[in-house]
């Protein structure tokens, strides 16, 4: 959350746009006729008590010695006075409806922009920020623009209309002591509110920090229910929560208290007004110069006047919190996305899917490179395998084809096409990734197999599933391919959230696969069938595999040994374990622990 609104005008303009909408003439005309009933209502709310003057001077001891014609004067100035009045908040509402429309989708648009914004910008970006509070700053923000649109067009300048509408009237027919006092009052109360309101703003951000602060705790923890369970942490996990809560607390009982300070000056600003003004009305009653009449309209126009004055005071507060909601989200919008198209950027054609990674350096952090000139080629239907120890930088290789960040050095091709220079959607169109850590939407099983192309047949994500080895599982659920996985998966075993990012990747039928340790969740029993089914995807298709069980990887084409961001070996598994380097290390590691089976050692022996 930044500390300051740096250009509160720069953010009510980026606003003015969504009220007169180039593209929609429907919402164009209706805010035209707002602003007419915005007008109407405020001529009629200015208009009576002066309707009540006449109606109380037409029933004073003077009008009781007039003509019989003039008695009925009094009944129908009484009704129009509530004519007037019922006009006065019929188009007033009639105006909040009008603009309804105009306000939503002012709402969905900025809405819809900050989403896609969102969705452009780096992964970087993401996995430097916390998503509890980011998505809190954003759902503050959006109520922050409905409240901005909806008072500051219909309550501060309507306001601001009538007190100075006011102010004349008393002038004109009055003198201008009434006017002057009536202004000086008014213009205390403002910049008493503003000053007190910038005062106490900081109280409100603190109570900002400190709920996202523990907004973001709390979702972080119930992400991880099953961890902290595992390691007996709820209290602790409590504690921290409490700790954000208590200085939520802290935080909220200083706005509070301040709050009723800026409550109490206000009252005491209109009163001395109010006072004032009642008695210069009293003196020209009794040196006959006003009639009772007239002391009955300055206070009805005081009163009318202060009860809406009061109200901008509140409305300033939420306001001036409005601004301060929406500038985090505007601070998302002003991101810029660090990986974007190029100008005229052309759309990916794949032809045979011949992947190249030519010298690429990459480093998450300047200061730390993770790959130093990483250079091999897929060739078109090849299945090229990468393997190394953790930290290696294995999957960030499959990131960079991706695109999720772009090479610092060198440059990535497919078909003879440098990856930076084509659009990222034609881009990842063509690729399928199953990734090692799945990650399913909290929906259906249907959905999130569908999600690997939205327009397939239901009998399309069912053969999809039958590949996948998850069809038969699916039908024993009681609501078959409708039952809900839960949040993040967690209804599903990690074996079975995986076999569903398989089924979702061949329903996308990429020309390019990306295995990211794909069974690595699975039993020996399902890793089998589920490799003859990733064996027929990959036929044709050029395949990239990050592999930790080198049983999974024997007939690849090419095996690349990654350590310590540099290609250190390469060949077919017979070679390499014939050049007794660090691959033959890992695969006679992986005998003692039994992670190669005794079909899988036939089936290597072959290929001896």
């Known amino acids: 959350m930044a500390k300051q609104i740096k250009d509160p005008v720069g953010t009510i303009r980026s606003l003015a746009p969504h009220l007169w909408p180039k593209h929609s003439n429907e919402l164009r005309l209706r805010v035209v006729l707002s602003m007419l009933c915005l007008f109407i209502s405020k001529a009629a709310t200015v208009y009576v008590p002066i309707l009540y003057k006449h109606a109380i001077d037409a029933l004073g001891p003077k009008a009781a010695s007039a003509p019989i014609l003039f008695l009925a004067t009094p009944a129908l100035l009484i009704i129009g006075y509530g004519i007037v009045r019922v006009v006065g908040q019929g188009f007033g509402e009639l105006r909040d409806a009008l603009f309804a429309k105009v306000t939503q989708r002012a709402i969905r648009e900025v809405g819809l922009q900050t989403f896609r914004h969102m969705h452009a910008l780096s992964m970087r970006f993401h996995m430097d920020r916390q998503t509890g509070g980011l998505s809190r700053a954003i759902e503050r923000g959006t109520k922050g623009i409905e409240f901005l649109l909806q008072f500051m067009v219909f309550n501060i300048l309507p306001t601001l209309l009538e007190i100075t509408l006011v102010c004349g009237i008393l002038w004109a027919l009055y003198s201008f002591v009434f006017a002057a006092v009536t202004f000086v009052t008014i213009i205390g109360y403002i910049v008493f509110t503003i000053s007190i309101t910038e005062w106490r703003t900081k109280f409100r951000r603190e109570m900002n920090e400190r709920d996202s602060e523990a907004n973001t705790k709390a979702i972080d923890s119930l992400l991880n229910y099953e961890t902290v369970k595992y390691f007996g942490n709820e209290e602790h996990e409590a504690r921290r929560f409490d700790v954000a809560l208590s200085a939520y607390e802290r935080a909220a009982v200083r706005s509070q208290t301040s709050l009723s300070m800026l409550n109490i000056g206000q009252g005491a600003i209109i009163t001395v007004g109010l006072i004032a003004v009642m008695i210069l009305a009293a003196q020209g009653v009794t040196a006959g110069t006003m009639t009772v009449g007239d002391f009955v309209l300055v206070n009805s126009y005081l009163i009318q006047l202060y009860l809406p004055l009061n109200f901008l005071g509140f409305v300033y507060r939420q306001i001036r919190q409005s601004l301060t909601d929406m500038e985090a989200m505007f601070d998302v919008l002003k991101v810029d996305a660090e990986i974007a198209d190029v100008p005229n950027a052309m759309a990916l054609g794949v032809s045979a899917g011949r992947i190249e990674f030519d010298d690429v350096h990459f480093g998450y952090d300047p200061r730390r490179e993770i790959l130093h000139g990483v250079s091999f080629t897929v060739e078109p239907g090849e299945t090229v395998a990468v393997v190394g120890s953790s930290g290696a930088g294995k999957s960030t290789i499959s990131r960079l084809l991706y695109r999720f960040y772009d090479v610092t050095g060198g440059s990535i091709r497919i078909d003879g096409q440098n990856i930076a220079e084509v659009t990222q959607t034609s881009l990842r169109a063509e690729i399928g990734i199953v990734p090692q850590d799945t990650v399913l939407f909290n929906d259906t ?92 995807v990959s036929v044709d298709r050029s395949t990239l595999i990050i592999a930790h069980r080198l049983s999974t990887i024997i007939h690849a084409d090419e095996i690349l040994v990654l350590d310590q961001g540099q290609i250190v070996e390469r060949g077919r598994h017979a070679i390499l374990l014939e050049q007794n380097g660090r691959y033959a290390q890992m695969w006679r590691r992986q005998l003692q622990t039994g992670e190669v089976d005794e079909q899988v050692l036939q089936e290597a022996a072959a290929l001896s």
Do not use: C
């Open 445 to 536: 099983i249907y959905y999130n197999i569908l999600y690997g192309r939205p327009g397939a047949t239901p009998a399309e994500v069912e053969e999809a599933a039958r590949l996948a080895r998850i069809h038969d599982f699916i039908l024993t659920l009681p609501d078959g391919y409708q039952s809900r996985v839960g949040e993040r998966g967690l209804k599903l075993s990690g074996g079975e959230k995986q076999r569903v990012a398989i089924a979702r990747v061949i329903l996308k039928q990429p020309r390019i696969l990306i295995f990211d340790e794909a069974t690595s969740a699975l039993d020996s029993k399902t890793e089998k069938e589920i490799q003859v089914s990733l064996d027929q």
